[in-house]
Each structure stands twice: as structure tokens, then as C-alpha cells.
């Protein structure tokens, strides 16, 4: 059972522009949603993270969007660039430490 | 920030042999990690949480004889794939959680082929 649902399964973005990713979660006991970055061969990074207290967080291009009605959350790159090019998964995160739940990661390809 | 690191990067083994795959927390305590798998072009799926000085808990479907974990200390935990097999071949991943259990740092990951 997918706790986690991810979408787009891959993006392509130009230049300058803006990538959007979205998740869905259905288990209410998550209270931490992060964003990890992942290069071919590569652990994942993480890139910016949000709890249910606030709907927005902005770190430099990164912005995550969190709805806690919908439970949905979504991660904004502006000024998207070539080296943003990565596959991106959004996780949560409840009760039970850090035991993430992932979701099924979204191939970014940013074209110069 | 917190450095967790893995060893070996990648190892090649023969069919029916045992290997094993070191997470370390260089520069914090760790009293919780985790193990994760990942096959090509999908997600983490995580296989097992690590406590330190106590048993393992496997996810649903992951057989503990197999995937053997210890974690002796509270900057090291060890994957030992036993008798691996082909199906085996993966990129394993191990997370680690600072002390506060506020964020969980990632190693670079293993990438296990099985011959």
C-alpha cells in the first residue's frame, strides 16, 4: 500500500523555468514532510523539509507548499537549472522517528 | 553537517557468498539507523530499523536470516547479505537520525551486483 503518492513520474523543464512536483499522503500521523535529491549513484540529499505548523517554506530556489486539509504538499524550483537535473522524492515521516515513507520519485530534466 | 558514510561503494560478489555493508555516523551519535533498498529507476523501500544494542525490526517481507543486521555501537551498524544471490543485486542505503531525531542524514549508498 502506497502511503505516499507522487506525480509527475518525470518533468521536463526549460531553463529559467519553474518545476513543480506534487504528493499525497494518506495517513494523518505523518508530521514531517521532507524532499530529498538524489543523482544516478548517489544516497539521497536532503533538500528542504515542512511540518504541518506552517503551509510554506522558502529556502533560496526551493519552496515547499503544504495543504493539510487536502494532505497534499509540493515542491516549487525556480529557476530551474541544468544542474537541478535529478530525480526528486517527497517523504513523510510520523510517530515512528524517522522511518520514512517514500514516494515514487520524479525524473527531473532541466533543458539548457 | 552530519557526515553518515558507507563502505564499500560498490562490491561484486559470487552467487552464494555473504557480504557485508558498514554505515557509520562519523560525527554524531546514531541510535537509530536505517537500511534501505532501491532497484533501478525506483524508490527507497526500507527495509529494516537499526537500534543500537537491540534486535533489528524488519518490514513486512524482509527476511531477517537473509538480511542480517547489527548495530554494536552507537556510530556503526552493518547489512550482511547472506548467501546473496543474483535477485539480490541492489543499491543498498542507510540513513542514520541525529541526536535530536530531527532530520536523517544518508550515506552514498552501496551498489551490490551478485554474479
Known sequence: ?112 | GAVVSQHPSWVICKSGTSVKIECRSLDFQATTMFWYRQFPKQSLMLMATSNEGSKATYEQGVEKDKFLINHASLTLSTLTVTSAHPEDSSFYICSADDTGGTEAFFGQGTRLTVV
Not at chain 1, 5 to 12: F, H, N, R, Y
Not at chain 1, 25 to 34: I, L
Not at chain 1, 53 to 77: C, M, P, W, Y
Request: proline share 5%.
Open chain 1, 1 to 112: 500500500q502506497q502511503q505516499v503518492k507522487q506525480s509527475p513520474q518525470s518533468l521536463i523543464v526549460q531553463k529559467g523555468g519553474i518545476s513543480i512536483i506534487n504528493c499525497a499522503y494518506e495517513n494523518t500521523a505523518f508530521d514531517y514532510f521532507p524532499w530529498y535529491q538524489q543523482f544516478p549513484g548517489k544516497g539521497p540529499a536532503l533538500l528542504i523539509a515542512i511540518r504541518p505548523d506552517v503551509s510554506e517554506k522558502k529556502e533560496g530556489r526551493f519552496t515547499i507548499s503544504f495543504n493539510k486539509s487536502a494532505k497534499q504538499f509540493s515542491l516549487h524550483i525556480m529557476d530551474s537549472q541544468p544542474g537541478d537535473s535529478a530525480t526528486y522524492f517527497c517523504a513523510a515521516s510520523g510517530t515512528e522517528g524517522n522511518k520514512l515513507v517514500f514516494g515514487a520519485g520524479t525524473i527531473l530534466r532541466v533543458k539548457s
